[in-house]
């Protein structure tokens, strides 16, 4: 169940793009026209997160989860029938707010029912989605556009969202939720506003140009709206984000290499294809196909991993990991535009093998000392931190390629832009590396190895494992 829910959220966001030149064809514009469609996503997506864990306390994981499902799926069916490029826009952002509270939902779900010990093996499966639907996405997205129509971009999320909306509310346990207390508005009200703002700086930045008034005024009430609500949530006794989590040590310094370190890590991801298209001229089809090794990469080593966390815990792992990642943005700027495919997909397996030392810890060990009741708002803001990183990824390439292309040049950067570009990257890699090697990690090893350092699960969480599966 949550792994169909995570492959058809993540391969949503990659998929949609390379739909874009056909949707203009549809409705008459230009590529340019459409960026509201790429943008509204991760804006909903964004405004969303912040109400999951007061949904999920009060209401219970199943329902929230099923419900958001069936709103995504609603949402993916209502793209496909569009008629204008408004209404279009309307229902991704519908799509945004379900995914919103998927993602966070689905996680608190799955580490409230396995313990500590039983999420590392789980999170060995649930990294399956997480790598290969960016992975397949561009390339399963041309092939249906190409054959059949973009539509198809959007009802492709049905075969896969409907089967499992129906084996969860067979199969996953009713958990009637409880009595979180008076829901947050103002919280919610500033957080939404807050995160939704600076998620559209981030994302347009890059395309607008940081210094346009859109960009700089977005970032700037984002920022204010933030500090407000970190004011409010922190004063307010039963807050919609419970910030005070962050006074965990474990949880603090995990977030922190997420949001620093999904940089380098996803924007390698993100100017691979960049590199392959418009450096060497290569087809999308060939880009899909050369990057898609990282995937392999990533599924080899989380199977190492998970059998090697609990002995020597989850700081060398992501150290080592982060080091690897920063030797191989080294090979990568070495490319140039004769390097081969064979060449590239070397280095991209390679980037897999070290970025699968990152995933399965941060996500486990974060979660190490917060106990039960608190699942819910740690999954959300685990939520927040990995999307705003993953929002900063792209917008840091696009920024780095900008600065390396020479104004008198074409459009398209240059080999050494590209280049230069890796090499930032890289050092971002070194420096989250130095970081993670003073992880505190003893509550994690603990906690794996079958400890206390989460309190009071396992009996209750033995039950309730025996009636939800997957």
């Known amino acids: 169940m949550c792994v169909s829910v995570t492959f058809i959220a993540i391969a949503d966001g990659a998929i ?10 549809q409705f008459h514009l230009t590529t340019a026209a459409l960026d509201g469609v790429v943008v509204v996503y991760p804006v909903a997506l964004a405004m969303a997160i912040p109400a999951s864990a007061w949904l999920v306390e009060r209401f219970g994981g199943k329902r929230v989860l099923l419900t958001a499902l069936v709103g995504f799926l609603a949402a993916s069916l209502l793209c496909g029938t569009a008629a204008s490029l408004g209404q279009l826009v309307a229902y991704r952002a519908v799509q945004g707010l379900s995914a919103g509270v998927l993602f966070p939902a689905s996680a608190a779900l799955l580490f409230a029912t396995f313990t500590s ?12 989605p997480q790598q290969i639907a960016p992975a397949a996405a ?15 971009v959007f009802y492709v999320n049905l075969p896969v969202g409907l089967p499992a909306a129906l084996f969860g509310a067979l199969f996953l346990g009713g958990h009637r939720g409880g009595r979180p207390g008076r829901f947050d508005l103002p919280g919610l009200l500033l957080s939404a506003a807050a995160l939704g703002s600076v998620m559209f700086g981030i994302c347009e930045g890059p395309n607008r140009g940081w210094s346009s008034a859109a960009v700089i005024v977005s970032l700037a009430v984002g920022t204010g709206l933030l500090a407000s609500a970190v004011v409010v949530e922190l004063r307010v006794q039963e807050p919609l984000l419970k910030l005070r989590l962050f006074g965990h040590r474990l949880f603090r310094d995990t977030n922190l290499m997420n949001l620093v370190g999904l940089i380098p890590i996803l924007g390698a991801m993100y100017i691979g294809p960049l590199f392959l298209q418009q450096a060497q001229g290569r087809t999308a089809l ?10 392999f990469g990533v599924l080899l080593t989380v199977q190492v991993v998970g059998v090697l ?6 700081r060398l792992i992501i150290g080592c990991g982060l080091v690897g990642v920063c030797g191989v943005l080294l090979l990568f700027a070495t490319c140039d535009a004769h390097t081969g495919l064979w060449t590239f997909r070397g280095y991209m397996f390679l980037l897999g093998l070290a970025m699968g030392c990152f995933f399965v810890p941060t996500t486990v060990a974060s979660l190490a000392t917060i106990g039960r009741q608190d699942l819910a708002q740690a999954s959300t803001l685990n939520t927040v931190v990995r999307q705003t990183g993953g929002a900063l990824a792209p917008a840091a390439v696009t920024t780095a390629l900008v600065l390396g292309t020479p104004p008198a040049t074409a459009a398209d950067p240059p080999v050494t832009a590209y280049q230069h570009a890796y090499l930032a990257l890289a050092a971002i890699a070194a420096v989250v590396a130095v970081f993670a090697f003073t992880l505190p990690d003893g509550p994690a090893r603990a906690a794996a190895r079958g400890g206390t350092a989460t309190a009071g699960r396992p009996a209750l969480l033995r039950r309730r494992r025996e009636r939800i599966d997957g």
């Not at 010990?117 to 399956?128: A, K, L, N």
């Not at 561009?138 to 059949?148: K, R």
């Open 16 to 25: 949609t793009t390379v739909a874009l030149p056909a949707i203009a064809r």
């Open 117 to 128: 010990s039983e999420q590392v093996r789980i999170s060995r499966y649930m990294i399956i």
């Open 138 to 152: 561009p390339v399963l997205g041309g092939l249906l556009v190409d054959h059949l129509t973009w539509r198809w």
């Open 286 to 295: 060939e880009s899909g196909l050369t990057t898609f090794p990282e995937a």
């Open 309 to 314: 966390y609990a002995r020597v815990g989850p």
